[in-house]
């Protein structure tokens, strides 16, 4: 089964790139690359699904979210290029600016941070998403803003959240 979807991914990508397909070829092109995507655990396989989709999708956001997901754990140099490129693309992409200050977070880029927030009209500070706050109340702690840091973590705190629980955890996530 799984040599079947193969060798149609395969097939597929062939005939879109010889000009030989329709809108319907290339939607299921992208389930498919899609459905490999997420069976397979190695890189080398999963990049090449992907670069085969980006070769036919070059403005999807969530294929260079992917694209950056995979690196994660290969090369965060890679990884931030590829959340770059799809924030371009959709700068209000919450799981990829997670991932992206992640990364930026965790290795004391902070003037990245503050950079990213600028050049996007303080998007951070506009998104109503608890993990993103989080990250931010914790930016500003790391900057020294401690006022605005514990304004931040109060807000979280009141915003109504209903399962505590959840937001004991993504406190641990962040410290």
């Known amino acids: 089964m799984m040599n079947l979807k193969l060798t149609e991914f395969d097939n597929l990508y062939k005939s879109i790139l010889s000009s030989e397909t329709t809108d319907k070829n290339k939607d299921q092109f992208y389930k498919i690359g899609m459905s490999l995507i997420e069976t397979y655990d190695a890189y080398r396989i999963r990049e090449t699904f992907l670069s085969k989709l980006l070769v036919i999708f070059p403005n999807d956001a969530l294929l260079m979210y992917y694209m950056g997901h995979i690196n994660l754990g290969v090369s965060n140099s890679k990884a931030m290029m590829w959340f770059n490129f799809s924030l ?3 700068p209000n992409f919450v799981e990829c600016i ?4 992640k990364i930026l977070f965790d290795n004391d880029m902070f003037g990245a941070i503050a950079a990213y927030n600028k050049e996007n009209n303080d998007i951070l500070y506009k998104i109503n998403d608890n993990r993103v706050r989080l990250i931010v109340a914790s930016y500003e702690g790391k900057m020294r803003n401690f ?3 514990i304004r931040k973590y109060l807000d979280i705190i009141s915003s109504g959240r209903k399962n505590v629980t959840q937001l004991l955890f993504l406190c641990a996530i962040v410290m």
């Open 88 to 90: 371009r693309q959709d």
């Open 98 to 101: 997670l991932d992206y200050l």
């Open 147 to 149: 006022e605005r840091s």
